[in-house]
């Protein structure tokens, strides 16, 4: 069964780094995208970072470039998020996401506040 299990969230201050990991299993594609989406309540669920395994080409949200960087470790089927200078505006429900085709894969989510 094909299944994605996020880690890494948790209480930082503002200015705070945190590193997200998302292992994957049960997958048999080669080709796939993954990244990382967020939500917090009453909005949508919005991209945050992915990238390809076909060229390791990679897309941010304006909202974290220069603060954020996704690596994929593909020997461990992981797929990491190195988030830096952490805002208060970045406290969100973190979602791992893969993307095969156009069939979408979600994990269950890790909590990220950032407050003083």
């Known amino acids: 069964q094909a299944q994605l299990v996020e880690s890494g969230g948790g209480l930082v201050q503002p200015g705070g780094s945190l590193r997200l990991a998302c292992v994957a299993s049960?997958?048999?594609?080669?080709?796939?995208?993954i990244g990382w989406f967020r939500q917090t309540p009453g909005k949508e669920r919005e991209a945050v970072s992915c990238?390809?395994?076909?060229?390791?080409?990679?897309y941010y949200a304006d909202s974290v470039k220069g603060r954020f960087s996704i690596s994929r470790n593909s020997a461990d089927n992981a797929v990491n998020l190195q988030m830096n200078n952490l805002t208060p505006e970045d406290t969100a429900v973190y979602y791992c996401n893969r993307r095969i085709g156009s069939q979408n894969y979600w994990g269950r989510g890790t909590q990220v506040t950032v407050s003083s």
């Open positions: 049960g997958f048999t594609s080669d080709y796939y995208a």
């Open positions: 990238i390809s395994s076909h060229d390791g080409s990679t």
